[in-house]
């Protein structure tokens, strides 16, 4: 089975300062995983996603993050905070390969609040 | 990239009647798509997985016959809340698996259904 924590329900940073959200998995096979961000009340917008090429993976908007199998983890980096990046971060799983049985696992959740 | 439209944005409808949201895939086909319900400051939870031709698969807890789900095409699959309550009030996206790569699909979402039920 999967799962995915996020350690983190809010994380707040001031404008300019580097951006850490943490995400650990959990999986029974090799996973893909993603990250997502969600402006309120609308719907979500893929940052970025593992599956299985690069371990560095780089996404929109200048966020990436790096894929460690040894500590389950795929954490979600930003060196400079931006006002826009204000928002709730998903750190999703899913297991397995393809196919309608390919089910998205989302974490909770972390609300990223950026200071002026 | 792929595109996914979600119609409509927001409704209120009074208690009792049903509801019917869309979701439409504009430049891909999609063979599955998924529905996720999102309470405030909640995550999203699966409620069903929509199969073009079939049947849709529905998570435990989730009634089937209160939330009917119809995909007649590889482009449109319909989520209609029967009989809405107070408590059906929520965030309501779909998703929809296009070609991602590999043999790990992607998945585009929706930009979400507002629903608040009087």
């Known amino acids: 089975a999967q799962s995915v924590t996020q350690l983190d329900s809010h994380v707040s940073v001031s404008e300019g300062t580097p951006v850490l959200l943490r995400c650990n998995y959990s999986?029974?096979?090799?996973?893909?995983l993603f990250w997502y961000v969600q402006h309120p009340n609308k719907g979500l917008q893929l940052l970025l996603k593992?599956?299985?090429?690069?371990?560095l993976v780089k996404g929109i908007n200048g966020f990436e993050a790096e894929f460690k199998k040894s500590e389950t983890s795929f954490h979600l980096t930003k060196p400079s905070a931006h006002m826009s990046d204000a928002a709730e971060y998903f750190c999703?799983?899913?297991?397995?390969?393809?196919?309608?049985?390919?089910?998205?696992?989302f974490g909770t959740g972390t609300l990223l609040a950026v200071q002026p | 990239g792929a595109v996914v439209s979600q119609h409509p944005s927001r409704v209120i409808c009074k208690s009792g009647t049903s509801v019917k949201i869309e979701c439409r895939s504009l430049?891909?086909?999609?063979?599955?798509m998924f529905w996720y319900r999102q309470f405030p400051k909640q995550s999203l939870m699966l409620m069903a997985t929509?199969?073009?031709?079939?049947?849709?698969?529905?998570e435990q807890g989730v009634e089937k016959d209160k939330f009917l789900i119809n995909h007649a095409s590889l482009t449109l699959s319909t989520l209609t809340v029967t009989s809405a309550h107070p408590e059906d009030s929520s965030f309501y996206i779909c998703?929809?698996?296009?070609?991602?790569?590999?043999?790990?699909?992607?998945?585009?979402f929706g930009s979400g259904t507002r629903l608040t039920v009087v």
């Open positions: 998703s929809a698996e296009d070609e991602g790569i590999g043999d790990h699909y992607g998945y585009t």
């Open positions: 999986s029974s096979y090799s996973p893909s």
């Open positions: 593992y599956t299985s090429a690069a371990t």
């Open positions: 999703v799983v899913s297991g397995g390969y393809g196919g309608a049985t390919n089910k998205l696992i």
């Open positions: 430049d891909f086909q999609a063979t599955t």
């Open positions: 929509s199969n073009e031709g079939s049947k849709a698969t529905y």
